[in-house]
């Protein structure tokens, strides 16, 4: 049996790897051959849509609620810098090579931001990955024991923007010390559009209360902040601004005792 036009056209997509079927080509051939224009802009989006969501996805920021520069709520800010944080959207720090460090108290906006970073760069489709410095310790760890720290420093490596939260949170022995180092060595000689974001309470002067051999870790940080610029955010955490406070009391009712009479 031949195969109609609209099968055909689904096949060699099919070939070609595009994710087209022959119902979606249908609609579009219904307007005529000027139809064409449309239909590449239509795949086009839809691949780069489908690119965009792998990204996300592999990322591990989340999704459900994306922290965004959009929903961040700039105003809470003051200073005469906050255009510098704004200005983060455009992805500059990614082609410069520009590490970004968020150093603050709980709840000022730093892992929105951080995260915010990394969500404008898949949108991009720029590969990003996001991980909590405990989770980086336990991953060390585990590699060290399986005999697999190469591959689990080149999986680290390869992403155009690492994301590190929380350091700080958490202890690294001397041995994960020195994997950190090797993993930011690696990035800092790396090729192409990539940087490096981290987010902390403390400041990277006192990072060495959590991380053993000095010698190591000073080399690291001169690499991250070699070409870095730090974002020191001060003040109340915005968490609970929407906070309500209802306040309620339990107790019975007092019962009144019936009266008694004398006859």
Known sequence: MKETIF???ASAASVLKMDLS?????????????????LLGYLSEKKQQTTIQTLLKMSRLPTKAPKTFENFDFSLLKG??????????????????????????????????AQAFGYACCQHGLKTYFIKASELRDRFTAAR??????????????????????IGHCAFDKENTRLFFDLIDR????EGSFNMIFTSNKNPALWREDFE????????????FDDAT???????????????????????VPTVEPAVTKE
């Open 187 to 190: 990035r800092y000689n790396k």
């Open 80 to 113: 005469k810098d906050v255009e510098r944080l704004k200005v983060l959207s455009s992805l500059n720090a990614i082609y410069s090579h520009r590490n970004l460090a968020f150093i603050g108290p709980a709840g000022t906006g730093k892992t929105h931001l």
């Open 22 to 38: 022959a119902e979606e080509f249908a609609l579009f051939a219904e307007a005529g051959m000027e139809a064409v224009q449309m």
């Open 213 to 224: 051999e000095d010698a190591t870790l000073l080399c690291t940080l001169d690499r991250i």
């Open 7 to 9: 099968e055909q056209v």
């Open 145 to 166: 024991r399986s005999g697999k720290t190469d591959s689990c420093l080149n999986g680290l490596v390869r992403p155009s923007c690492l994301i590190i939260d929380e």
């Open 230 to 252: 730090v974002f020191k955010l001060r003040g109340e955490s915005f968490r609970g601004k929407k906070l309500e406070t209802v306040s309620l009391q339990t107790g019975r």
